[in-house]
């Protein structure tokens, strides 16, 4: 079964802080994987696309990897402010099967002024 | 990136009757797609939505509770019947940017629906 994974479910950090978001997947055929950003009651916000022979991709503060024999994506952001507060959601677009996108339950961050 | 507008924002709505959500693109998509996440969870997809055919639905998803139209490469709605307060939800569409591979997804702003 295709599944994505995000641990913690919860984050709270002092502002300024670096910090590293987990993503996990259970299968290494994938086409791509994004991070998605959303604030709360709202829609989501797309951060980084990652294609599948990509290791990397980088925007302003955010940093995502991809490690697809490990099944793994990091998400990095530099120097958090409180305006980065938001659930962040990794999704994976997996070859075969439905070819859908599929979602982790996200991770919640508070960054505390 | 694609420019994607929603009608309602939210609503609240009495068990038993319906509501139909628009989905409005600011160009010409070949992918759509609705996604329903209920509270405290995440996106789980509803249906892919097909310009000139019907609709593709996921398991436990159906066409009679999700009524689903594409009239054209811009636009579709998705219509939640006989709603009850588990269909409590943000409903949400979202668009494929570019082919395959290098797609790249989009989403709308969301619905927030309360039924009471």
């Known amino acids: 079964k295709q599944e994505v994974t995000q641990i913690p479910a919860a984050l709270s950090v002092p502002e300024g802080e670096n910090l590293v978001l987990n993503c996990s997947f259970t299968d290494s055929a994938i086409y791509n994987l994004q991070w998605f950003r959303q604030d709360p009651g709202k829609g989501l916000t797309s951060l980084l696309l990652i294609q599948s022979s990509q290791r990397e991709q980088t925007s302003g503060r955010l940093n995502a990897s991809l490690d697809k024999s490990s099944g793994r994506s990091t998400l990095y952001i530099a120097a958090s402010q409180p305006g980065d507060s938001a659930t962040y959601l990794c999704?994976?677009?997996?070859?075969?099967?439905?070819?859908?996108?599929?979602f982790g339950k996200g991770t919640k961050l508070t960054v505390n002024p | 990136s694609a420019v994607i507008s929603q009608k309602p924002s939210r609503d609240i709505c009495q068990r038993g009757t319906s509501l139909t959500i628009q989905c409005q693109v600011d160009?010409?998509?070949?992918?759509m797609f609705w996604y329903r996440q209920q509270p405290g969870q995440s996106l789980t997809l509803i249906a892919t939505a097909n310009q000139g055919s019907e609709a593709t639905y996921e398991s436990g998803f159906v066409i009679d509770k999700f009524p689903i139209s594409r009239p054209n490469l811009t636009f579709s709605t998705l219509t939640v019947s006989n709603m009850s307060p588990e269909d409590s939800s943000i409903y949400l569409c979202s668009v494929e940017s570019r082919g395959r591979p290098l797609n790249e997804q989009f989403f709308g702003p969301g619905t927030r629906l309360t039924v009471l």
């Open positions: 999704a994976v677009l997996f070859q075969g099967g439905s070819e859908k996108l599929v």
């Open positions: 160009s010409q998509v070949t992918m």
